[in-house]
Every structure is written in structure tokens, then in C-alpha cells.
Nanobody
Framework: QLQLVESGGGLVQPGGSLRLSCAAS????????IGWFRQAPGKEREGVSC????????YYTNSAKGRFTISRDNALNTVYLQMDSLKPEDTAVYYC??????????????????????WGQGAQVTVSS
């Protein structure tokens, strides 16, 4: 069974850092496009960052540019989202999602959510003093 599991969330003070991990089980993440999304209470799920299957393309939402970095380690079957200079408005549940390489390995998208076939259960990130 294909599963994605997020980890690394938690409580951090404004200006702090967290690194989220998205680990796969039941399949290898090689060549899968991976997206990171977040959903704050009462808001729609929004794309934060993504990386193509070949790691040739990355995108960031405007609020994440310069603060977040997405990367992948195929040997560990894991994709990371390094989040620095965190702000209270970054508080949300963060999800990773995967899109099969049968659709190509050179691109990724920050939405719509239906572009991705597989989703993790989410990890809470709270930025508060």
C-alpha cells in the first residue's frame, strides 16, 4: 500500500526553524513529483512548495520564497521542507503529496490538489511565542 508520512512538525517561536520530512512506504519516491501543502483553520489548503520527479524544477508560493527550501534524498526515500524565519501566519497542518512519474518527471505544480494522487496525514506546525 502506498503511504506518505510527514514528520518534524511542532511548536516553534517566531523566527525559528523546522524541517519537515515526507517519507514513503510501499513505493519509492524516485521520479515522483512531490508537493507540500498547508491548511490553516478555516482556510483552504494551499500549495507551499513542490519539486519535480527529476529534481529539475522547484516552485514556492510567494510567502515561502527566501524562507523555505524543498529538497529530496532518493536514497532515503524522503523529501524535506526546510522552513526558516517562521512566522505566526505559517501555523497550519502541513501535508505532502505525490504525483506518479507516469505523468512526467520534469514538472510540479502548487495546485490544484487533484494534480497529486497520494497524500499524507499531515503534520501540525505551530509558530507562537
Amino acid at each position: 500500500q502506498l503511504q506518505l508520512v510527514e514528520s518534524g512538525g511542532g511548536l516553534v517561536q517566531p523566527g525559528g526553524s523546522l524541517r519537515l520530512s515526507c517519507a514513503a512506504s510501499g513505493f519509492t519516491l524516485d521520479d515522483y513529483a512531490i508537493g507540500w501543502f498547508r491548511q490553516a483553520p478555516g482556510k483552504e489548503r494551499e500549495g507551499v512548495s513542490c519539486i519535480s520527479g527529476a529534481a529539475t524544477t522547484t516552485y514556492y508560493t510567494n510567502s515561502a520564497k527566501g524562507r523555505f527550501t524543498i529538497s529530496r534524498d532518493n536514497a532515503l526515500n524522503t523529501v524535506y521542507l526546510q522552513m526558516d524565519s517562521l512566522k505566526p501566519e505559517d501555523t497550519a497542518v502541513y501535508y505532502c503529496a505525490a504525483r506518479s512519474p507516469q505523468y512526467g518527471v520534469l514538472s510540479c505544480q502548487l495546485g490544484p490538489t487533484t494534480w497529486y494522487q497520494y497524500w499524507g496525514q499531515g503534520a501540525q506546525v505551530t509558530v507562537s511565542s
